[in-house]
């Protein structure tokens, strides 16, 4: 029976973090893979080079060791396993899934800033710190949508927690006291 990418991602990112973690490298390999997304993002067709099955293995060795000569050896040892099993085809989903190990052991958590204007950095980073500190995160990272149906305030989704201050809430819970009260 096949693996899904999912479960790939899952089983390859699990074994790169072990393996990261006990070589106590895991902030330098975290490093590599953000690269690595990087340019497996601005590369799409290294990706379908380094997986396609008509290409011969030494070639594809070359074409590896030409770009990864400034990783860890541990990244190193990964990607030259993921060769060898031909598991290049689902890089960029064991890296996420990776990134969610690291941050879930780094406690640190992302998120959406929903706004009715655009939000400076500035004002995205005070934000995120004062409900990083609130929630017992190490780090947030938030990135900001623009909603101008909110009307003012800020709608925050972390994770399965949404804090919805905005004023067009607000505005229907006074609406539906009123309505309670009459």
């Not at 990272?141 to 399965?160: A, F, H, P, Q, Y």
């Amino acid at each position: 029976m096949a693996l899904s990418r999912e479960e790939i991602a899952s089983r390859y990112s699990k074994a790169l973090f072990a393996y990261a973690q006990d070589a106590k490298k895991l902030d330098e390999v975290h490093g590599d893979m953000n690269v690595l997304l990087q340019v497996a993002k601005e590369n799409p067709d290294m990706l379908r080079l380094l997986s396609d099955p008509i290409i011969r293995k030494n070639q594809k060795e070359e074409f590896l060791s030409s770009f990864s000569g400034e990783f860890s050896s541990e990244t190193k040892n990964f990607l030259e396993f993921l060769l060898e099993y031909g598991r290049f085809n689902a890089l960029t989903e064991i890296i996420k899934a990776f990134d969610a190990l690291y941050d879930e052991d780094k406690n640190i958590a992302s998120g959406t800033a929903v706004s009715a204007i655009n939000l400076d950095e500035d004002e995205l980073n005070r934000i995120s710190q004062a409900y990083a500190k609130k929630y017992g995160f190490k780090k947030l990272i938030l990135t900001n949508e623009v909603d101008s149906s909110i009307l003012g305030g800020i709608i925050l989704k972390v994770g399965d927690r949404i804090i919805d201050g905005s004023i067009r809430t607000r505005l229907q819970q006074i609406r539906e006291q009123l309505i309670e009260n009459r």
